[in-house]
């Protein structure tokens, strides 16, 4: 694909550090067989960073329309997909504008809070005593 210029391996990365990789990056690439949930492409887009990810398992749902999502295993497509956003100055921005959009659905508040109105309806639909 001719991105070696451009493409950074760099190991292991203090979670301290993790913001200001993300923030420049140019692009983050997420092509993943499976997740649990998915929180690398979740920490990007809060970090704004553009997201290309696999459609696989959690991350339609975690990357939702701020990304481009694609088939893991079609090697085209993502060489296409990378070509295109790292070529696409306003794509970039819009990926980014979105995907920080998207990270601030999730959140430990609006989990609890989720999980809370849960518990609430289990509780008044018991039968009273």
């Known amino acids: 694909m001719g991105l070696q210029e451009r493409v950074i391996f760099p190991g292991y990365v203090d979670e301290a550090d993790l913001p200001g990789f993300y923030q420049l990056a140019e692009l983050f690439v997420f092509p993943s067989l499976y997740e ?69 659905k999730f959140s430990w508040q609006k989990a609890c809070a989720k999980l809370e109105a849960v518990y609430r309806a289990l509780r008044l639909d018991r039968p009273q005593r």
């Open 36 to 104: 649990g949930f998915g929180l690398g492409p979740l920490e990007a887009m809060a970090c704004g960073a553009p997201v290309v990810s696999s459609n696989s398992s959690s991350l339609p749902e975690v990357v939702g329309e701020a990304g481009l999502l694609l088939d893991p295993t079609d090697t085209a497509a993502w060489s296409q997909a990378l070509r295109r956003v790292l070529s696409d100055p306003n794509l970039q921005r819009d990926l980014s504008q979105r995907g920080l959009i998207q990270a601030q």
